[in-house]
């Protein structure tokens, strides 16, 4: 009798062998937590097996956009949370490689974040999909190829407030005076409604103080509020914080 082991052993290898199934994909990783970009290419950038390769690498919005222009992959795991504007600044700057009808760039978002406004900012940025970061190196193989290939790919609990904030006939999809606000004014909102500090803000963001001041009067002045107290309002009614 043959040792079960072994021959567990064998059907997996046997199936890691067949994964890639002719497949391949060329992939960009975006996130600033290089620990998790490492675990990220450990899991899903076996090419032999996987059929993905990993072209390239980035941390922040600048480097993302220099490397998705260089590298040209067909997708590219987004984080939505960067310094330098967050993922939908890099959907903004990479807008004409999403269009390109030869040789299109598909963004697939990875992120911890299962809010309404992150997954709805970058999918109305141009992203074909949103899974978050519980999910498995299977099933994220599985979303990338998908992408790939042109299908919009959701986390399934994602996937129900997605439509009904594109389909409701209730309330738009828009919030006017949300667009109003610049992805990094919409960052510093956020933190401030947070409680934190100019000097915090400006850390967490690699900006300096005097800017962050004028990001918050220019919020202040496009919502036409007051102070600070008045703005966590605005935001916590919104849900935002």
Known sequence: MSDPTEANGTAEAAQAAGAANGRHV???????????????QAEIGRTEQTGVEVVGEAPDVDQAVTVITATRPEVVLLDVHLPGGGGVEVLRRCAALMTDAERPVRFLALSVSDAAEDVIGVIRGGARGYVTKT???????????RVQEGDAVFSPRLAGF???AFASTDAPPVDEDL???????????????RGYAYKEIAKQLFISVKTV?????????????SNRHELTRWATARRLV
């Open 135 to 145: 999910i498995t190196g299977a099933d994220l193989i599985d979303s990338i190829f």
């Open 213 to 225: 001041e004028s990001h918050v009067s220019a919020v202040l002045r496009k919502l036409q509020l």
């Open 162 to 164: 997605v439509l009904d």
């Open 26 to 40: 060329r992939v960009v990783l975006v996130d600033d937590h290089r620990m998790f970009r490492t675990g990220v």
């Open 179 to 193: 667009d109003r606000l610049t992805q990094r004014e919409r960052e510093v909102l956020r933190l401030i409604a």
